[in-house]
């Protein structure tokens, strides 16, 4: 039987500083979910249920509360990067770490390029090559922002999720005082029961690509300041101001432009400020899904780094990434690997449809947090274990209810992964 590989130092190799506080964290959290996904992910909701799209957020949420609370309470008690990749390591096997962490890697470095693809569409309304061009220039951006510091990349979040918020309640204002929404474009409150239960878990899965962004305080559990306090505080109160957001947000989209319109549409919020009569308010939206959309890759290159850095660190990855820079105290190799991934995806492939892709790689990775939060014994809890129960299973069901293409290509993912490690320490 091949032996597992050890953690090994080198060159270069190091820990990072501890610079977050309780601020800081709860903030890189709303920037990666009050990101490009509250200007997206509605959208495909509509069409898997309707109106009853609204069931399928709060379900997500549900969900999304058990996987905080048990990254929270793991990342507590593994204060250091990798998030999942870590705890399933420590709690369940090698395997099983590796597959929470592989998952992540592969399915958030797509989701960088579809955030920088759907940055450049809100910011570029020109022709697709330059499209393509601003999204590299984003990315490339980003990447030096992050190699400079932690603390850089917090204080730009904090603008970024500011100029978020005050486009979603322009948003919502302008729907409000438009004049055209109301309960008839539901079909009446009536409408949100008519979606099948496959159609309401199908968008629950779709929205959970929303809620994910949560896990990015847990992967850089290395650079916050009293991480068995803060990690617990800021998780949960980042989730819950998330899930006020949106259930706001999609209440006034479906009141605006109600689910058939949104189902069809590109750019639902735009569609649903529209379709209330405040066009006027379209190019704020515009600057809002541009700047949430940068906010969500900033902190997508943050915890894809800190993750591949913990993976290589136990060389489940090229032991070049494992580098943490002696100044900036970053994982300067892992990001400057990924700009280059993410560049090279965003200049040839259009990956905005990967919504599904994503979800159903992190729903995975979550389902492994909570089986691994379930087997930590009672001086170490901090939730009761039913929760852990719960949100394993309603992982799992998610999972398994998004799109079939999506779930091909998932299990496509994780197989080649797998199978690429077994061949690895096989030659070990």
């Excluded at 400079?148 to 919502?172: D, E, F, I, M, P």
């Excluded at 004049?179 to 008519?194: E, F, H, K, P, V």
């Excluded at 009293?226 to 505080?233: A, E, G, K, L, V």
Aim: hydrophobic share 55%; proline share 4%; charged share 10%.
């Amino acid at each position: 039987m091949a032996s597992e590989p050890q953690l090994r130092g080198g060159p270069g190799t190091g820990q990072l500083a501890r610079r977050l506080g309780v601020g800081d964290a709860v903030v890189i959290g709303l920037g990666s979910m009050i990101g490009a996904g509250v200007f997206a992910a509605f959208g495909p909701a509509a069409r898997a249920a309707g109106t009853g799209l609204l069931i399928g957020l709060l379900i997500a949420a549900v969900i999304a509360y058990c996987n905080a609370t048990a990254s929270a309470q793991l990342a507590a008690v593994y204060p250091t990067s990798g998030g999942t990749y870590v705890y399933g390591r420590e709690r369940l096997g090698h395997w099983w770490g590796f597959t929470a962490g592989w998952g992540f890697v592969v399915g958030k470095t797509a989701s960088c390029a579809a955030m920088a693809l759907t940055f450049a569409t809100y910011a570029v309304p020109g022709p697709w090559w330059a499209q393509r061009a601003v999204a590299v220039v984003g990315v490339v951006g980003l990447a030096a922002l992050n190699y400079r510091g932690v603390t850089k990349t917090a204080a730009l979040t904090r603008v970024l999720v500011a100029t978020s918020l005050t486009a979603l309640a322009v948003v919502v204002v302008g729907i409000a005082v438009g004049g055209r929404a109301g309960a008839a474009n539901l079909d009446g409150w009536s409408a949100l029961g008519t979606g099948d239960a496959y159609g309401v878990l199908q968008s629950g899965g779709l929205l959970f690509f929303a809620f994910a962004g949560y896990a990015r305080i847990a992967t850089m559990g290395e650079e916050v300041r009293d991480p068995q306090r803060t990690i617990p505080r800021a998780i949960p109160i980042a989730l819950f101001v998330t899930v006020g957001v949106y259930l706001v947000v999609g209440v006034a989209a479906l009141l605006a432009a109600g689910p058939h319109r949104l189902a069809t549409a590109v750019a639902p919020l735009t569609t649903a400020v529209d379709a209330a009569g405040a066009g006027v308010l379209a190019p704020v939206v515009r600057i809002g899904g541009a700047l949430a959309a940068l906010g969500a890759l900033l902190a997508l290159i943050a915890g894809v780094g800190r993750t591949s850095l913990a993976m290589a660190r136990h060389r489940d990855l090229p032991g070049w990434l494992a580098a943490v820079h002696p100044r900036h105290r970053v994982p300067h190799h892992a990001e400057i690997a990924l700009a280059v991934v993410v560049s090279l995806l965003v200049a040839t492939v259009d990956l905005r449809g990967v919504i599904g892709f994503s979800s159903f790689g992190v729903l995975i990775y979550y389902a492994i947090a909570n089986a691994s939060a379930f087997t930590q014994p009672a001086e170490q809890r901090r939730w009761p274990r039913w929760l852990n129960l719960l949100g394993a299973v309603g992982c799992l069901i998610l999972a398994a209810t998004l799109p079939w293409q999506s779930v091909v290509a998932g299990v496509v993912m994780f197989a080649v992964g797998l199978t690429g490690r077994w061949a690895l320490l096989r030659r070990r």
